[in-house]
């Protein structure tokens, strides 16, 4: 198995991947415009920060297995990647400690206006007099916009700071947030209009593009704090400039909607970047939060190359066309299994989904087969009359 690393990885994940046998191919500082051709006969690769284009997908012949050396996966063409067949995984909640340290350090320098200060400082201006005033965070109402890993890692470093933490997600139940020891809303409007602050930790999804909008931003209260570590799009930037404006909104920022995707680029926004405290999308660049992806990036691999099937694969179907799951239960012999297969293909029926099972002893084993239509009962009496097998059941899905 060959892998190609197109961006930083540990040390100690590559000595991890050198042991487990595989033939490591490192080259960070590839680009996305460089991948289609460095990919050559690489089985799986490994990105963080670098596009995977179509043009990528189409190009690797012997591609099986794309890893998101991150949470999401919106830097690559998932839907390229399922034409193909081809597995995108990515590595959730590895980088939550971070990201959650991050959102807290951005809300603690809004209320205080660090960022200004310095600024201030550096430019030779001792300014105590206005930024001496700031109200605190104990006592205040945190609202939260998404309770996944990151969510929660954020609401515990808040309930630490004594503040008040009120959330909304679309999975969030009020008994669930009675678990996790925060308040629960039940519209993202309700949250801006109840909170001080809020701080945004949702996946990029159609449905939540520019979802904090002018209506949003107009229920906040005035002089409130919004932070956003997930992803750029989901606020209306212009929206955002008119509230920072007119009600002195203090923002702090780790993502913008056009952000550059490689390490060292330039920026365009500065406009938007000098009415925020911001920083170039370093919510998940820790020591410890590299560690995590990086094990997790290994364990991906170690168990792509057992069993064929990763752990953590975004693009799977979630039902198949299949109408009818047949149990076939045989002894483990040579040809048990090509036999029903091909007793199937001649009735013109398609297999969405296989599993075999072996038993202990590795002598009996049950296969699962999602089929696309029912088979005849003739044929399922002959599958029934084969030497080793044992059973025939079949079930409508």
Not at 184 to 205: G, I, K, N, W, Y
Not at 307 to 334: F, I, K
Request: hydrophobic share 45%; glycine share 8%; proline share 4%.
């Amino acid at each position: 198995m060959k892998v190609l690393i197109a961006d930083k990885l540990s040390d100690q994940a590559l000595q991890a991947l050198g042991e487990l046998g595989v033939d490591v191919d490192l080259q960070p500082e590839l680009t996305a415009d460089e991948l289609p051709t460095a990919i050559g006969e690489s089985n799986v690769l490994v990105v963080r920060s670098t596009k995977v284009t179509a043009a990528t997908i189409e190009a690797g012949d012997q591609l099986s297995l794309i890893i998101r050396a991150g949470a999401g996966v919106n830097t690559i063409d998932v839907a390229a990647a399922s034409a193909r067949g081809i597995y995108v995984t990515n590595c959730p909640g590895r980088n939550s400690d971070a990201v959650a340290e991050l959102a807290i350090g951005l809300l603690i320098a809004c209320d205080r206006r660090l960022a200004d200060a310095t600024v201030d400082l550096r430019a030779g201006n001792w300014n105590k007099k206005a930024f001496g005033r700031a109200r605190g965070l104990k006592g205040r109402a945190l609202g939260l916009l998404g309770m996944g890993m990151i969510g929660r890692a954020v609401a515990r470093r808040a309930l630490g700071l004594e503040m008040r933490v009120l959330a909304w997600s679309r999975s969030l139940t009020p008994a669930r947030a009675e678990q996790l020891g925060v308040e629960f809303v039940a519209s993202p409007l309700e949250l801006a209009t109840r909170c001080d602050a809020v701080s945004v930790h949702l996946a990029a999804a159609p449905e939540t593009r520019q979802m904090i909008d002018a209506e949003f931003l107009a229920a906040l209260p005035a002089g409130g704090v919004l932070i956003n570590t997930s992803r750029g799009d989901i606020v209306d930037v212009d929206a955002l400039r008119d509230a920072i404006s007119d009600k002195g909104l203090r923002v702090g920022l780790d993502v913008f909607a056009d952000e550059p995707t490689g390490g060292s680029a330039p920026f365009a926004d500065t406009e938007l970047a000098g009415m925020v405290t911001c920083s170039p999308h370093i919510g998940a660049s820790t020591d410890q939060a590299a560690e995590a992806i990086a094990a997790e990036v290994v364990r991906i691999v170690e168990v792509f190359r057992a069993t064929g099937r990763p752990p953590n694969t975004v693009n799977m179907c979630e039902r198949t066309p299949a109408t009818h799951s047949l149990v076939v239960r045989h002894y483990n012999r040579v040809g048990v299994l090509a036999a029903v297969l091909d007793s199937l293909r001649e009735e013109d029926i398609n297999v969405e989904e296989m599993d075999n099972a072996i038993f202990a002893g590795a002598d009996a084993a049950c296969c699962t087969l999602q089929l696309d239509q029912p088979p005849s009962p003739a044929l399922l009496k002959w599958i029934a009359s084969l030497e080793h097998v044992l059973q025939v059941h079949l079930e409508p899905v």
